[in-house]
């Protein structure tokens, strides 16, 4: 019998990997399309280099207590530049009052926050791919109210009823929490997708004062979220406005500025496996070292390729068969 064992997963495979044959093929085959903020872009399906071995490494104490002094530092506005090291100066005198005798505390805290920015980097990455290949209606703002929530509970029923929406109505959503510089509120900053009539609550038309602008604006409250979380925003968005990637950077700022994870709901592509030929192709370029495809505006369309899109894999059978290398 065919082995039709798994040999590699075709979703979130990563941008410079090593190819299935040192020929150089044709230009028909498999791709990986993602967007990069202007236009589809692509790179060649290819094999990984190597295999990921074991899980997550556990944390020591250390590692925890470098964590919490760095999110702390990002929340102060603290940074290394070339006139100061204002961050490693924060959490070099936080963990000298633990780890005094470490052996190269100083070596030990550079080489995290390295780390960090390697990882902040990669999680940038990843949220402009999938902000930019998917599709948003709307860009939402949800405020904590004490006299509803603490802020543990805001969060934890706030993640679990958009899940639900996800689940039950099709919502589709990427943000992250942020406290206010004012007055250290927090807040969840999303880009979300809902379907036409799904939309849970009313919607309606509310003055509120905004520190930021220093004036009254409009916003537009959903009337189920006033309810069960407080002060909200559905702010209407179009995807072709040049509006659009401002409102992708300013989620992005958050996530740099304090450090929060960003919160997705399960079915947001990174990128779309498909199969292209030539003439689907416009120019050739490299980027970061790797052969990367610049691609008509048409290549992919939201309901078709993207909208119910999941996952492939390519098994033994489709090597044979319909290789990503062929036409």
């Given amino acids: 019998m065919m082995n039709t064992a ?21 230009a028909d085959g498999w791709y990986n399309i993602s967007h990069d903020g202007g236009h589809f872009v692509a790179t060649r399906v290819m094999q990984r280099k190597g295999k990921h071995t074991g899980g997550a ?10 964590d919490s002094l760095y999110t702390a530092a990002l929340r102060k506005g603290l940074k290394d530049t070339k006139r100061g090291t204002a961050m490693t100066d924060f959490i070099l005198a936080g963990m000298m009052k633990l780890y005094a005798a470490h052996g190269d505390l100083g070596g030990y805290i550079s080489d995290h926050i390295e780390r960090k920015q390697r990882n902040l980097y990669a999680r940038k990455k990843r949220f402009r791919r999938k902000a930019y290949l998917n599709k948003w209606n709307y860009f939402v703002t949800f405020t904590f109210d004490d006299a509803k929530h603490t802020p543990e509970t805001f969060r934890k029923k706030l993640r679990k009823c958009l899940s639900n929406l996800h689940t039950r109505r099709g919502w589709r959503y990427m943000g992250v929490f942020e406290y206010s510089p004012e007055k250290g509120r927090i807040h969840f900053h999303a880009l979300a997708y809902i379907p036409d009539g799904q939309m849970f609550g009313n919607i309606e038309e509310k003055q509120s004062y905004s520190p930021q602008a220093g004036k009254m604006r ?10 069960a979380f407080g002060v909200n ?25 304090q450090g929060e994870r960003i919160v997705y709901s399960r ?18 370029f490299v980027h970061y070292g790797c052969e990367t495809y610049l691609l008509f505006d048409d290549i992919l369309n939201w309901e078709r390729d993207i909208m119910h899109y999941k996952p492939k894999q390519m098994t033994m059978i489709d090597l044979i068969c319909n290789p990503p290398w062929a036409a």
């Fill in 6 to 26: 798994t040999l590699i997963p075709l979703d979130d495979a990563g941008d410079c990997l090593l190819s299935f044959f040192e020929d150089e093929p044709s």
């Fill in 57 to 66: 490494k556990q944390k020591e104490d250390i590692d925890i207590c470098f």
């Fill in 218 to 227: 409009t916003r537009r409250e959903n009337s189920f979220f006033a309810d």
């Fill in 233 to 257: 925003d559905f702010a209407e968005i179009d995807e072709t406005a040049l509006t659009y990637g401002h409102t992708v950077e300013y989620i992005l700022k958050y996530i740099e500025k």
């Fill in 267 to 284: 079915g947001v592509p990174t990128v779309i496996c498909k199969k292209l030929t030539a003439t689907d192709i416009i120019t050739e």
